[in-house]
Each structure stands twice: as structure tokens, then as C-alpha cells.
């Protein structure tokens, strides 16, 4: 399976934990950007000719902010340079206030059938201090226009003096708009953004007053029928993540436009993160990529061993024997002593048991 990844890094505004490639004050080079992508797009398809593609991402940045006709453009020039499965999951990001009703008629007209809302918190003081560009009454007003479709929500937690019944009320919200799919991200301060300090300030929860902001809204999801299939992701049966799901399988896929990166024949690929040097490169017949690199064996084994065990599904060792050529209960004898306590095994199938996930990092480093 392969998926394709569009980067489109135009927002209207900068929110304040922020350092995706995102520049507002670029939009109006939107147009040009696109022609490059097109670009991109059939060249990478030369690159890698006779991929079947059975889904497609389109994330920023806010990709809603810019003309539907180019993200539509997008999605014709991915379907005309490669082989796209009729079944394919094409999912586009979109902030409330920056989409119609018009917008949403040209995305299902090219076969954009999951929507992704950058919701964050249902709370309008809090969208203010994250400088989100909308309100929570904007999100219901976008699920409006998107009844009836498969819908995604982001909630971010670990906010300034953010309760849990906040959290819950959220939920609630998204819920209410029609939601079958929300992601829970905890919100990490960057540096170098303006949240960092606020961060340095203390004013942020703590990561233990996260954890157990996580812990209880983990539960609420459970009890409104969301089940947890990735540590940050829930969703009511048969709503998963098809893109998300192959990058946690190790899946390949294409990322194109600025700053996005592949996984094609066991090579992990990077686009160069300004706008200008991305269109430069693409116009001269250059390579839009800053790092190209093999990715060796033992590495190759960790990311298997990390990315299945961010999942619910957890690890078919079988598999991985097989595809390594090597014994994983001899090979991680001594990690699999050590952390045994964390793990779940059931014949084939390793995972981290269900209380455990949100700590995974410190379980998986012992893989390392
Ligand atoms: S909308 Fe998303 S990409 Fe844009 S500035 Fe906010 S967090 Fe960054």
C-alpha cells in the first residue's frame, strides 16, 4: 500500500505552539506553488513509476485557506500521474471559517471523502490565547456543511489551566458536530514559539497534570463508543486512519511540496522547509530534497518495533521474524526482560498493555 502526502504551507494566521512549515504572510504565492507541486507530482511519479495509491493527504499549513481550484488541480494531477484506487481515502485538512459550501462541492468533486478539523479546544478564550482563527461556534458551522461525511477532530490538551471537564465539553462538541474520528495530541512548546514561554513561565500543565488529562478523556472517548487504535487517536468502528494507519505499518509513501518527506524503497526523503528554494528547485529541474538517506537495517528494525507499538494492534513478531530474518525473542531478549511488565504478549501479537501507551516513549527507547 502507498499513500501520497500534498503539503500545502499557507495559514491565515500563526498560532502561538506553531512550527509547522506554515508562513501567512506567503498566501499570495499560492498560485505559483501549486504549478510547482504539479510539477512535483509528475516527477515523482517518473521517479517511482507503477505505484498503486490508495490514499492521499492533504495537510499544512491549512490547506482550506487557498482556492479550492488548486487543491483540486492537486488531486486531478495525482490521479493522472498515477494509479489511484477507486477506493482511496483522500483526506484534506481544513481550519473552521476558511471553507464554504461552494469549497466543499469542489473537494467531493474530485474525491476528497475525509475532512480533518483543526479543532483544538471548544473553549473561545482558549482558541483566542492559542491564536486560532476561529471560534467553537465556527466548528459547528463547518460541520454543518460537512453533514453526512467522515469526519475528523484534533483536541489538543495540556493548555493553560485546561480542566478535564473542559477536555470532556470538547469532546462533547465534536461529538455534536458529527464527528467519527478525533485525535488527542498533547501540546509539546517548541522552541522558538511563542508558547515556549509560556512554557519556561510555567504556565502550562505539567506532564503529569497531562497524563491524567489524557488518562480521563481516554476513558469519556471509550464510554461515547471512540475506541483508542493509536496513542493519540480514537475512532468509532471502521473510521481509522487509512493514511495514518500505513505510516504506522511502515507502509511507503510520496510527500510532496515544502518540507514534506517520503519513504520509497527504504530511502527517507526530505523537501527543503522555504517556499522559495522549494519553487526554485522544481522550476530549474533541481531536487526540492535537503536529505536523502538509506535507512539501515538496525534502524529499519526499530521503526518497526516503534511504530507498531504506538498502536493498539501492537507488533505480529512472526512478521517481523520473517522479514528481518532474525529471532525477535532472542535478538530482544534482554529489553523484553526489562520492560516486561509494560508488555502484552499473546502468541504472535506484542503490544504495550492499554495503560501504558501514553508512556511508550520511555518502553520503546530500551529498542532503541
Ligand atoms: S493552523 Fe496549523 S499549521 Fe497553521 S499556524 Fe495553526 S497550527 Fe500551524
Redesign the pocket.
Known amino acids: 500500500m502507498s499513500g501520497i502526502y500534498i503539503h500545502v504551507p499557507f495559514?491565515k494566521q500563526?498560532?502561538t505552539y506553531?512550527d509547522?512549515a506554515?508562513y501567512p504572510r506567503e498566501l499570495c504565492k499560492a498560485e505559483s506553488y501549486f504549478a510547482c507541486l504539479y510539477r512535483e507530482i509528475d516527477g515523482r511519479s517518473k521517479q517511482f513509476p507503477g505505484r498503486v495509491i490508495d490514499t492521499i493527504y492533504i495537510g499544512?499549513?491549512?490547506p482550506s485557506v487557498v482556492d479550492a481550484k488548486f487543491i483540486a488541480g492537486a488531486i486531478r494531477q495525482v490521479k493522472k500521474c498515477f494509479h489511484v484506487r477507486e477506493t482511496a481515502e483522500i483526506t484534506i485538512e481544513i481550519?473552521p471559517g476558511t471553507v464554504d459550501e461552494q469549497k466543499i462541492k469542489e473537494y467531493k468533486s474530485v474525491g476528497i471523502n475525509r475532512f480533518s478539523i483543526?479543532l483544538q479546544t471548544g473553549f473561545d478564550d482558549q482558541l483566542k490565547k492559542l491564536n486560532r482563527i476561529h471560534t467553537a461556534k465556527d466548528f459547528l458551522t463547518c460541520c454543518n456543511l460537512l453533514k453526512g461525511e467522515n469526519i475528523s477532530a484534533d483536541v489538543l490538551i495540556g493548555l493553560h489551566d485546561q480542566t478535564l471537564e473542559q477536555v470532556k465539553k470538547t469532546v462533547d462538541l465534536a461529538i455534536a458536530g458529527g464527528v467519527s474520528h478525533i485525535s488527542v495530541y498533547a501540546l509539546t512548546p517548541e522552541v522558538g514559539t511563542p508558547i515556549y514561554t509560556d512554557y519556561l513561565n510555567g504556565e502550562l500543565l505539567s506532564d503529569d497534570e497531562t497524563a491524567d488529562i489524557y488518562d480521563g478523556v481516554r476513558e469519556y472517548l471509550k464510554a461515547k463508543g471512540f475506541d483508542r487504535y493509536e496513542v493519540s487517536n480514537f475512532c468509532k468502528q471502521g473510521f481509522r486512519s487509512r493514511h495514518n494507519m500505513n505510516y504506522w505499518k511502515r507502509g511507503e509513501y510520496i510527500g510532496v511540496g515544502v518540507s514534506a518527506s517520503s519513504f520509497m524503497n527504504d530511502k527517507r526523503f526530505t523537501n527543503t522547509f522555504s517556499i522559495d528554494e522549494y519553487m526554485n528547485a522544481v522550476i530549474y529541474n533541481k531536487s526540492p530534497e535537503i536529505s536523502n538517506d538509506l535507512i539501515e537495517e538496525k534502524d529499519a528494525r526499530f521503526e518497526v518495533i516503534m511504530l507498531a507499538l504506538r498502536t493498539t494492534d501492537g507488533l505480529n513478531v512472526k512478521e517481523f521474524n520473517k522479514k528481518f530474518g532474525i529471532d525477535f525473542d532472542t535478538e530482544y531478549k534482554t529489553q523484553l526482560l526489562k520492560k516486561g511488565k509494560y508488555l502484552l504478549r499473546d502468541g504472535d501479537n506484542l503490544k504495550i498493555k492499554d495503560e501504558y501507551l501514553y508512556v511508550q516513549n520511555d518502553i520503546l527507547l530500551e529498542f532503541m
Open positions: 495559514c500563526k498560532c506553531c509547522f506554515s499544512g499549513g491549512t481550519n483543526g
